[in-house]
Each structure stands twice: as structure tokens, then as C-alpha cells.
């Protein structure tokens, strides 16, 4: 079983930057592809981003890309996303979510195929 701790969510002003990172225990075999998901304010849990761990091969929502940058480090386990141009729609609960299959590209955005999950963080964008 693979545990999943979410860190770096706070209050930003519209246009700043955060940093959110996930660490994940419990073998490297539950984490092949890796994911921010999140949840807005009166809202379904929607994609942000995804990444597979054997060739970094991203995916990004459509609202998010140009402005997040999801990444990883294999070594200890653990999956970053830079958000950039923060906007008031970004405010959500942020969750990371592993998966211990190595997704094509068209299931990484699939929350269903995904199996782990962590308590999630706060981000919250406001003036």
C-alpha cells in the first residue's frame, strides 16, 4: 500500500506562484504514474496533472497548462507541481494520487486508474 503526503499549499495572491510536492512510501512498484488532481469550492475533483515514472512523459488539464510544470524525482519518490499565475479558479483542495500502472496518455487524466491517494492541501488564491 503506497502512502501519499501532500505539502506546500497556503494562501497566495492572484498572479503568485506555489510549489506543491508529494511523498510517497510504500514501494516505488504503486507509483509508475503519478497525479495532482483537485478539488474547487462546491466542486467534482477534476485532472491538473499526471506524469509516468518510466519516461517523465507529462499531461496537463487545459486550464492549468502553461502555468503548472509537474515533475518528479525517482530517487526518492516524489512528484512536484510548480503553479505559476495562480488565479482565483486554481483554489481547491489539491490531492496527489499514484497509480501502479504506467498509463498511456489518454488514461493519465482518468482518475478511476488511479489507486492511491493522499489527504490533500489547501490552495487558496485570493487578493
Known amino acids: 500500500q503506497v502512502q501519499l503526503v501532500e505539502s506546500g499549499g497556503g494562501l497566495v495572491q492572484p498572479g503568485g506562484s506555489l510549489r506543491l510536492s508529494c511523498s510517497a512510501s510504500?514501494?516505488?512498484?504503486?507509483?509508475?504514474?503519478m497525479a495532482w488532481f483537485r478539488r474547487p469550492p462546491g466542486k467534482e475533483r477534476e485532472f491538473v496533472a499526471a506524469?509516468?515514472?518510466?519516461?517523465?512523459?507529462?499531461k496537463y488539464a487545459g486550464a492549468v497548462k502553461g502555468r503548472f510544470t509537474i515533475s518528479r524525482d525517482k530517487t526518492k519518490n516524489t512528484v512536484h507541481l510548480q503553479m505559476n499565475n495562480l488565479q482565483d479558479d486554481d483554489t481547491a483542495v489539491y490531492y496527489c494520487?499514484?497509480?501502479?500502472?504506467?498509463?498511456?496518455?489518454?488514461?493519465?487524466?482518468?482518475?478511476?486508474?488511479?489507486?492511491?491517494w493522499g489527504q490533500g492541501t489547501q490552495v487558496t488564491v485570493s487578493s
Open positions: 494520487e499514484a497509480a501502479s500502472s504506467s498509463w498511456i496518455d489518454g488514461y493519465m487524466s482518468r482518475e478511476e486508474g488511479y489507486e492511491s
Open positions: 510504500g514501494g516505488a512498484s504503486g507509483t509508475n504514474t
Open positions: 506524469i509516468r515514472r518510466s519516461d517523465g512523459h507529462p
